[in-house]
Nanobody
Framework: VQLVESGGGLVQAGSSLRLTCIAS????????MGWFRQAPGKEREFLAA????????EYTDSVKGRFTIARDNAKNTVYLGMNSLKPEDTAVYYC?????????????WGTGTQVTVSS
C-alpha cells in the first residue's frame, strides 16, 4: 500500500483544514487507517483512527471535538478534518495503514504533509 497525503498549509489560529490521504492498492477497503503527527523535537503521536468500514473511530484526547476522521473506500481515500486549529497543532501530519485496531501502530506510512498554525 502506498499512501500520499495532501491538504496541509499555513493557516491562522482558529482556522480549519482538511487533510486527504489517497491510497494505492486494492486492499485499502480492508485496512484500518489512522492519522498521526510529529512536531519538531517531539515523538510522532497518534491522533485518530477509523475502522475498515468506517463503523468505528477513535481520537486522542487533545483533538476530540476538533478533528474528524472519515473515509471513502470507493475513492481509496481517508480524510482528517481539523477545526479550531491552534499553534500547538503545528506538525507534519501522516496517514498510516494500521497493523491492527488495538495497537494503533502504522504498518504503512505516507510521506507527510506540513501543517503550520500561526498565532
Amino acid at each position: 500500500v502506498q499512501l500520499v497525503e495532501s491538504g496541509g498549509g499555513l493557516v491562522q489560529a482558529g482556522s480549519s483544514l482538511r487533510l486527504t490521504c489517497i491510497a494505492s492498492g486494492r486492499t485499502f477497503s480492508r485496512l484500518h487507517m489512522g492519522w498521526f503527527r510529529q512536531a519538531p523535537g517531539k515523538e510522532r503521536e497518534f491522533l485518530a483512527a477509523i475502522s475498515w468500514n468506517g463503523g468505528m473511530s477513535e481520537y486522542t484526547d487533545s483533538v476530540k471535538g476538533r478533528f474528524t476522521i472519515a473515509r471513502d473506500n470507493a475513492k481509496n481515500t481517508v480524510y482528517l478534518g481539523m477545526n479550531s486549529l491552534k499553534p500547538e497543532d503545528t506538525a507534519v501530519y501522516y496517514c498510516a495503514a494500521l497493523t491492527n485496531w488495538a495497537l494503533k501502530e502504522g504498518a504503512y506510512w505516507g510521506t507527510g504533509t506540513q501543517v503550520t498554525v500561526s498565532s
